[in-house]
């Protein structure tokens, strides 16, 4: 049943580490032009501000109505620096993957602005807006479903060529795709098989190979590695992780894993019903989370240590994700929040650095392992749209 | 919990997890194959476990190492034709399933021991209220009147806390969300209060904030009816929190079993090892994913001696012609590596 392709190439892959083979002019490194500056100090690629997505709710056959609107996306904003890997976390429905069909230009936005380069690419058509999609590009959740079941290999990894021909001319075209395949670790032998020939694993390959072939600058992964198996899903973040050093790439990583957006991610934002409700660092908000409802969701997640769970706090949250078409009113959380009072119910809290955290306004804490627990230190000067923002001990054992 | 003794060295004998009366369900050198177009497929290929009451057992392991096929075997819900258990007991309550009249296995299943699935929504019957399946485990199976049914169910429905459970008993599964919809199933597990449960991937599909509402519901009512739990998953993090013993399996074999403690402190089966390496840790910012290469093997071409081997970075010539048997190697734990000695004593100089 399972005719996967052989051994060889995922074991080549596995092997991940160091670089693969060599990779000809067209794939070359890109580090080289950005030197090493550090993640922080480098310019924001993309610059995302207030973005919305409403879907119409309608009612009636021949006459539709709007009776209502799916906030799935309800005022949005992020930067994305070169180079580096932002992850989004949130329960599902929450609208991390409209925020990706948003940002590659799969779907327009109802307002806001999406900055590439300062360009606002929700204004750009025709060659212009061309141009920017080819330098963002998308890595689907299913490698299943994701692959067009009746076209080789080849053909999926080489079709956005179709597109933008001037990156691979004619001739160069089979070259280029049997390049991209080693690049993410498959035998380049495989261009005449078909999807259902390859293992969960190598199809997120294949369509990492294809998310590559354009040379964008940025890649959306949503869920990119949620389907696979734990093993598989290590050697597919360890070709993210190597990929991203080689060719000087942005992701924007969408997983409900939070483990494996820590372990990727050097920013992180916290999603709750269509808002971010905290950004930061991955160490500030897997440290010192502030808002009520990333502690909820990082204490409720089990850590594979049977001694850590001791002593741990444990945030059970209660109910359900109320419907992004009847967003309470207020703070969105307070129907699950136990920190809720009736100024919740009326005031909608914005996302910003909490009074009174820590360290005066000049002090620029570095983040990372600031003073210890406990204390509201210069690592809780980071947003969060809470109201009552502040850390709670121990919700990621030690 | 096992009644090993500890001690006698690396001696290939009867596994660790001996047969043990008082045991609830005993299985041992089970069998099941599948035959397709394509040749034989052995699934599970000689797998021994046991459970006693109020014990939890997680099988852990990739997928396609049939986990499930297990599950389904005991359950006696195997999909065959293609599959047959061609070997093997399943002694549950001293009686051995796998001569029991057919008759007598569906009176087994569903009142004394039950399953969970991943996929509720196609576990439940879209076209009768949640309500009614409830109730209808009661009519059948207790010979309840129509009136008593429905109470009992919407008793179960608030027991699994689905608010407004007298409301809601006569709404249809797809009105539900995914949590609610698990725990309903797990209502519908714990309707006859059956001694053995048996939950294939029940949180695999659900956000970790549901999962730990799912989980802590079903270890709670475990503890509460003594029932014995089989927990089948590929979550070591699900697993560590909640298992007594652990079982890995790797191409339908058992590698390795172990308290929970133990196994995570110091696995003795590089298969182990390998998994653990490989899950990110939410506590650590760490370096690069320790990934165990490759892939498992196609069942239908299990590669000789260890199976494990072309994977394995200790592998040496004799994993490749021998087969290691599941070696006892301490109290209650057992492996299936010819050099399991060296990785606990390489993980207990660490
Ligand atoms: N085309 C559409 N029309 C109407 N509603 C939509 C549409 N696409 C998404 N939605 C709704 O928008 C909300 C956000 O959806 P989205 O797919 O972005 O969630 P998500 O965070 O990616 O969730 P998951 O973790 O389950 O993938 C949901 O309530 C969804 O039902
Ligand atoms: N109905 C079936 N027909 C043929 N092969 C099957 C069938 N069900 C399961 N198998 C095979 O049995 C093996 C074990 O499957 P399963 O127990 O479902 O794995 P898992 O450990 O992921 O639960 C797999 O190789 C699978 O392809
Ligand atoms: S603003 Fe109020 S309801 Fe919202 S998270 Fe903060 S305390 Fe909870
Ligand atoms: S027997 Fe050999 S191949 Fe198998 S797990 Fe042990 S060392 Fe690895
Ligand atoms: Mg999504
Ligand atoms: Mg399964």
Redesign the pocket.
């Known amino acids: 049943m399972t005719s996967a392709p052989s051994e060889g190439a995922a074991a080549r892959a596995a092997g991940a580490g160091g670089a693969t083979g060599a990779h000809t002019a067209a794939y070359e490194s890109r580090t080289a032009l950005t030197g090493t500056a550090p993640r922080e100090a480098r310019e924001a690629i993309l610059d995302v501000r207030d973005l919305v997505k409403h879907y119409p709710l309608t009612q009636g056959v021949v006459i539709k109505r709007q009776v209502g609107a799916v906030k799935a996306v309800d005022g949005v904003s992020f930067e994305l620096r070169r180079g580096e890997t932002l992850g989004i976390v949130g329960e599902s429905g929450c609208g991390k993957s409209t925020v990706a069909k948003l940002v590659t230009s799969l779907e327009a936005p109802t307002s806001g602005s999406i900055r590439f380069k300062g360009e606002d690419v929700t204004r750009l058509s025709g060659r212009a807006l061309k141009a920017v999609r080819r330098n963002i590009q998308m890595v689907f959740q299913d490698p299943y479903t994701s692959l067009n079941p009746r076209m080789t290999v080849g053909d999926i990894v080489g079709e956005p060529f179709d597109i933008h021909p001037e990156v691979a001319p004619k001739g160069e075209r089979r070259r280029a795709v049997r390049e991209l395949l080693d690049v993410v670790g498959l035998d380049p032998e495989y261009v005449n098989r078909y999807p259902h020939q390859f293992s969960g694993g190598q199809r997120q390959r294949i369509g990492i190979a294809r998310g590559l072939a354009l040379r964008p600058e940025i890649i959306v992964a949503d869920e990119p590695v949620s389907a696979l198996d734990v093993s598989v899903q290590a050697q597919v973040v360890n070709l993210m992780e190597r990929l991203q050093d080689e060719f000087d790439l942005s992701y924007i990583f969408i997983a409900h894993d939070l483990s494996v957006v820590r372990h990727i991610s050097d920013r992180v934002g916290v999603m709750y019903l269509g808002k971010l409700v905290e950004t930061g660092t991955e160490s500030e908000i897997y440290e010192h989370p502030t808002h009520p409802y990333t502690q909820a969701l990082l204490s409720a997640v089990p850590v594979p240590d049977p001694g850590a769970e001791a002593g741990r706090a444990r945030i059970v949250l209660e109910g359900d994700v109320p419907s992004p078409a009847n967003p309470p009113s207020g703070c969105r959380f307070r129907t699950r929040c136990w920190k809720a009072d009736e100024r919740c119910a009326r005031e909608e809290p914005p996302l910003r650095i909490p009074d009174g955290a820590g360290g005066g306004a000049g002090s620029g804490g570095e983040g990372a392992d600031g003073p210890g627990r406990g204390t509201a230190g210069n690592a809780a000067r980071h947003p969060s749209a809470c109201h009552y923002a502040e850390e709670k001990a121990r919700i990621v054992p030690d | 919990m096992t009644q090993t003794q500890a001690g006698g060295g690396p001696a290939p004998g009867p596994d660790p997890d001996g047969a043990d009366p008082a045991r609830l369900l005993e299985v041992r050198d089970l069998r099941v194959e599948f035959r397709t177009r394509d040749g034989v497929a052995t699934a599970v290929d000689g797998v021994s476990f046991g459970v006693a009451a109020g014990e939890t057992l997680a099988v852990l392991g990739e997928s396609g190492c049939g986990k499930s096929v297990t599950a389904q075997a005991v359950m006696g819900i195997l999909d065959s034709p293609p599959g047959h258990v061609t070997g093997g007991e399943i002694r549950f309550g001293g009686r051995d399933l796998l001569r029991m009249s057919a008759e007598g296995r569906r009176a087994v299943r569903g009142a004394r021991m039950a399953m969970i699935f991943q996929d509720a929504l196609s576990a439940l019957n879209p076209v009768l209220s949640v309500g009614q399946q409830l109730g209808e485990m009661f009519q059948v199976h207790r010979g309840a009147s129509r009136k008593e049914a429905r109470a009992k169910a919407v008793e179960l429905m608030e027991r699994v806390r689905i608010p407004a459970a007298r409301e809601r008993a006569g709404d249809y599964p797809h009105q539900f969300s995914g949590g609610m919809r698990q725990r309903i199933m797990i209502a519908m597990a714990l309707a006859l209060e059956p001694e053995l449960i048996i939950a294939d991937e029940p949180t695999t599909a659900l956000d970790v904030t549901v999962q730990a509402q799912v989980m802590e519901l079903l270890a709670e009512l475990q503890s509460e009816y003594r029932m014995g739990l089989i927990l089948i998953t590929h979550d070591l993090g699900v697993v560590a929190d909640v298992a007594d013993r652990i079982a890995v399996m790797y191409a339908g074999r058992i590698v390795e079993t172990a308290p929970v403690g133990d196994l995570y402190r110091a696995p003795a ?3 182990t090892r390998g998994l653990l390496d490989s899950i990110p840790r939410l506590d650590q910012k760490g370096q690069q994913l320790d990934a165990v290469k490759g892939l498992p093997p196609s069942l239908l071409r299990v590669p000789p ?2 199976s ?2 072309p994977r ?1 970075p ?3 010539p ?2 490749h012609a021998d087969e ?1 048997p599941l070696y006892e190697v301490g109290q209650g734990r057992s492996s ?5 000695k060296e990785l606990l004593d390489d993980e207990c100089a660490e």
């Not at chain 2, 299936?336 to 399991?340: E, I, L, N, S």
């Open positions: 089966h590089p298969y001696g260890c494990f081997h394995c200790l592998a040496r004799v994993c290691p299936a590596c010819h050099f399991w």
